[in-house]
């Protein structure tokens, strides 16, 4: 079974900049698609990025803004938030795909103050 913990959420001044983490265990995370969505208060949630072995994709929203990396090695896939907003205050969820199979970690917390 997989399971994923994220972390490095906080509070964060507008501008600033956070590094978001997410362990992954229980799977062959080099063939995974990893992915991270957030999710605002009284909001669904909404992608943000993706990375698979060859590529990276983002929302229009956060694109110049964040990065996502994944280091195999570690099994973890990180999203380097710059130029943090206060519309990017929201909760923050890691996905990991593989086939059919959608796994989600707990979430963490991050609020933008202005």
């Known amino acids: 079974q997989v399971q994923l913990v994220e972390s490095g959420g906080g509070l964060v001044q507008a501008g600033g900049s956070l590094r978001l983490s997410c362990a992954a265990s229980?799977?062959?995370?080099?063939?995974?698609?990893l992915a991270w969505h957030h999710q605002a208060p009284g909001q669904q949630r909404e992608w943000v990025a993706t990375?698979?072995?060859?590529?990276?994709l983002y929302a229009d929203s956060v694109k110049g803004r964040f990065t996502i990396s994944r280091d195999n090695a570690k099994n973890t896939v990180y999203l380097q938030m710059n130029s943090l907003k206060s519309e990017d205050t929201a909760i923050y969820y890691c996905?990991?795909?593989?086939?059919?199979?959608?796994?989600w970690g707990q979430g963490t917390q991050v609020t933008v103050s202005s």
């Open positions: 996905k990991l795909v593989q086939g059919p199979i959608q796994s």
């Open positions: 229980g799977s062959r995370f080099s063939g995974a698609v």
């Open positions: 990375i698979d072995s060859r590529i990276t």
